[in-house]
């Protein structure tokens, strides 16, 4: 069985939403941790050595053991620590209830998001309209598990508000890029008032990087893809 | 809080491995249930109105509660019926290995797998050669789950079990349609003698469908396909 007090280190990158979701848990469990930063377009030897499967960050690095999946290693941190406030909420139907939302983050709202901000022609409108109706989804998800309280988790942030909250610093690179609000007092006011309260969190307003940052961050990107579409394949 | 008592319904179809998972950790809680079986190529009012985000199946409907997504509700059914055989391991970094791989089983395995099936050309032998190194990836997780005993999960049937198990039916339609093995003594060893100890295995053999009658299923679903391929648009 792990140790709580092992040392804790965390392979990911400032500018990554699944990089920022263990520090965010490891920050409720009042974890201290060590980051191994990751270069931006260059996956380090260690990483491809601790993540061989999906070669990507976050991992988690707790005494000798790695644990890899952003949300995994949430549920693991949540499970390790758990005499720290809790991540999960303690009901089973509570808990299938934050990790469906969460899933539909990672597999539907994620995807269609990326797509909006990097896509081209009708694919980046396709996924513009993906991912403002997903955020109408994720507002009625809000109002029904916040239950009048500020967080999807209730009183304190839980599973899904850190599923979800990692992507407010690119959902605002994309606002300024579309000159457009995705979260607004019409639409999405329950998603408009939690984004403030979340981002000005202690656990969170250390790790969720500046709009300005993430932009010079997306044209860092763009460079690197251009660079390696016109280079010659090897 | 949900009670273990209540009426336990499972929206599903026989053919669907992914809606055999629930019916498994059933059977493990020794939990009654009762089916409700969608019709191939049809989904009804009901299932559209019980997962109006996925419109998929399987759905659990416990009480008058709605649980969607397999593995959720192979976790829910695992808390809510906590005194009978455990299904996830009790250890956190246990638990988070037999996540990684069933996320791997799902977003990477079963689309090679799918691919390799219904797919053309050189997508189709792609499918294929991933579906090949996959199988070679859990044959490794296999070994070192198990620990030398027969299942992922130790002597029971476990989490890891059931997410991969539930395509073995699948598995043998690819090998018979053509006709080779995939799953042999020289590359996976460990996994050929699981297969047979899990689909043997009394919550398992029930509900694990016959090769001959998947083929069937197979080619129903390639003629309503073709059918809508060739219908004029609405």
């Not at 790695?66 to 991540?87: H, M, N, Q, R």
């Not at 508000?161 to 609000?181: H, N, P, T, Y």
């Not at 607004?184 to 979340?198: H, I, R, Y």
């Not at 307003?205 to 090897?234: G, H």
Request: hydrophobic share 45%; charged share 25%; net charge neutral.
């Amino acid at each position: 069985m792990a140790k709580s007090s092992e040392a804790v280190k965390v392979v990911g990158a400032w500018s990554s939403p699944f990089a920022m979701r263990p520090l965010i848990a490891l920050k409720i469990k009042s974890v201290e941790y060590e980051c191994l930063e990751e270069e931006i377009g260059c996956k380090s030897e260690f990483l491809l050595k601790s993540n061989p499967v999906h070669k990507k960050i976050p991992v988690l690095i707790h005494g000798d053991k790695l644990v890899c999946e952003s949300l995994i290693i949430v549920e693991y941190i949540d499970e390790v620590w758990s005499s720290a406030p809790s991540i999960l909420p303690s009901d089973p139907y509570d808990r299938a209830i934050a990790k469906f939302w969460a899933a539909f983050v990672d597999d539907k709202f994620f995807p269609s998001m990326k797509e909006s901000y990097i896509g081209v022609g009708e694919a980046k409108k396709a996924g513009l309209k993906q991912m403002v109706d997903g955020l109408a989804l994720l507002e009625d998800a809000y109002v029904k598990c916040s239950k009048g309280k500020p967080f999807f988790g209730g009183n304190q942030i839980g599973y899904l508000d850190i599923a979800l909250g990692c992507f407010l610093g690119w959902l605002r690179v994309i606002e300024k890029s579309f000159q457009m609000k995705l979260l607004d007092e019409a639409k999405t006011p329950g998603l408009l008032n939690w984004a403030e309260t979340f981002c000005a969190h202690p656990a969170v307003k250390d790790v969720m990087p500046q709009t300005d940052q993430l932009i010079e961050v997306s044209k860092l990107i763009s460079r690197l893809r251009a660079a390696s579409a016109s280079s010659p394949p090897k």
